[in-house]
């Protein structure tokens, strides 16, 4: 029995081993709990969720037409967008002195995008068509492109033929069909006046047979552009339409009106305010869009 009492203070001073956690490589222990270790990124990365994820770098892009009509008087749009940046002052530029101009050469990418228009080169100037760079840059470093897109400058369509009027003198020659005059119509023969000014050009003619007509009038106009009247392809050519071109030819025949509006296109190949145009042209009435008239007119004064 003594035995015994002797023993019961060493059983109440015993304990049993401590149970210890042991982590993983990816994990520290806190109190008794593993949790996630900090992930120790570098540069360029960041730790989201525990893990070491890249840093999106800005990438910026430009976005224009793959083949764009060398004529100053068509500007195209150019669009430029940076992902992963805003508030980024950028400038456009070409890598071809001479290509064309933009209307606005320098921006803010504030929001998503930002537009501008490129007017080229006109295709009869010398270098002007072939392949072409438009680029964007930081306005801090304006000469290092930061983004670029490959283009073509193409010399546009051809808008009715000249043939019968380079013979040399003045003439007016055309082709209707039910608009304006119904048939093949030269006129070499008569009064030729050219006035207007430098975005318009207004030619009026009176032939010597009255079997041709008493008075025919042609008017080139590029004054709702902007601009003056250049050589080159002229589309979408509406009457009074603010950024478009303008052209009407009238005659004193029973055809010679248009009651719903006209359309047309024209290219002036040769023009000198005050002495000399050449040029050809293509109408037509809005309702009636198979029924018009195409044809050229030199004159010289």
């Given at each position: 029995?003594?035995?015994?009492?002797?023993?019961?203070?060493?059983?109440?001073?015993?304990?049993?081993?401590?149970?210890?956690?042991?982590?993983?490589?990816?994990?520290?222990?806190?109190?008794?709990?593993?949790?996630?270790?900090?992930?120790?990124?570098?540069?360029?990365?960041?730790?989201?969720?525990?893990?070491?994820?890249?840093?999106?770098?800005?990438?910026?892009?430009?976005?224009?037409?793959?083949?764009?009509?060398?004529?100053?008087?068509?500007?195209?749009?150019?669009?430029?967008?940076?992902?992963?940046?805003?508030?980024?002052?950028?400038?456009?530029?070409?890598?071809?002195?001479?290509?064309?101009?933009?209307?606005?050469?320098?921006?803010?990418?504030?929001?998503?995008?930002?537009?501008?228009?490129?007017?080229?080169?006109?295709?009869?100037?010398?270098?002007?068509?072939?392949?072409?760079?438009?680029?964007?840059?930081?306005?801090?470093?304006?000469?290092?492109?930061?983004?670029?897109?490959?283009?073509?400058?193409?010399?546009?369509?051809?808008?009715?033929?000249?043939?019968?009027?380079?013979?040399?003198?003045?003439?007016?020659?055309?082709?209707?069909?039910?608009?304006?005059?119904?048939?093949?119509?030269?006129?070499?023969?008569?009064?030729?006046?050219?006035?207007?000014?430098?975005?318009?050009?207004?030619?009026?003619?009176?032939?010597?047979?009255?079997?041709?007509?008493?008075?025919?009038?042609?008017?080139?106009?590029?004054?709702?552009?902007?601009?003056?009247?250049?050589?080159?392809?002229?589309?979408?050519?509406?009457?009074?339409?603010?950024?478009?071109?303008?052209?009407?030819?009238?005659?004193?025949?029973?055809?010679?009106?248009?009651?719903?509006?006209?359309?047309?296109?024209?290219?002036?190949?040769?023009?000198?305010?005050?002495?000399?145009?050449?040029a050809t042209f293509r109408e037509w009435c809005l309702d009636y869009t198979n029924q018009e008239l195409t044809g050229c007119v030199h004159v010289e004064l």
């Amino acid at each position: 029995m003594r035995a015994l009492l002797r023993l019961i203070p060493l059983l109440v001073g015993c304990s049993s081993t401590e149970h210890r956690v042991t982590c993983n490589a990816d994990t520290t222990l806190e109190g008794d709990e593993c949790v996630a270790t900090p992930a120790t990124c570098g540069t360029g990365t960041r730790e989201v969720n525990g893990a070491c994820e890249a840093i999106a770098l800005p990438a910026f892009h430009v976005v224009a037409p793959a083949q764009i009509v060398a004529d100053a008087a068509r500007p195209v749009r150019v669009l430029a967008y940076a992902e992963n940046l805003l508030g980024e002052a950028i400038v456009f530029r070409t890598d071809r002195p001479g290509a064309g101009d933009f209307t606005q050469p320098t921006a803010v990418l504030d929001v998503a995008s930002t537009t501008t228009r490129f007017a080229p080169c006109n295709a009869t100037t010398p270098g002007c068509l072939g392949p072409l760079r438009i680029e964007i840059a930081r306005a801090s470093a304006p000469t290092v492109a930061i983004a670029a897109i490959a283009v073509e400058l193409i010399a546009g369509p051809k808008i009715g033929s000249a043939e019968r009027c380079l013979d040399g003198g003045n003439v007016l020659s055309f082709e209707g069909r039910g608009f304006v005059y119904p048939g093949d119509l030269t006129i070499t023969d008569g009064v030729f006046r050219l006035s207007g000014g430098d975005a318009r050009a207004v030619i009026d003619i009176v032939p010597s047979s009255p079997l041709q007509g008493s008075k025919w009038s042609l008017v080139f106009d590029t004054v709702q552009l902007g601009q003056k009247l250049l050589p080159g392809v002229y589309l979408d050519a509406l009457q009074g339409a603010v950024g478009h071109a303008s052209l009407n030819v009238t005659g004193q025949t029973p055809f010679a009106a248009c009651r719903t509006g006209l359309k047309g296109e024209f290219e002036v190949i040769e023009f000198e305010y005050g002495k000399q145009l050449t040029a050809t042209f293509r109408e037509w009435c809005l309702d009636y869009t198979n029924q018009e008239l195409t044809g050229c007119v030199h004159v010289e004064l």
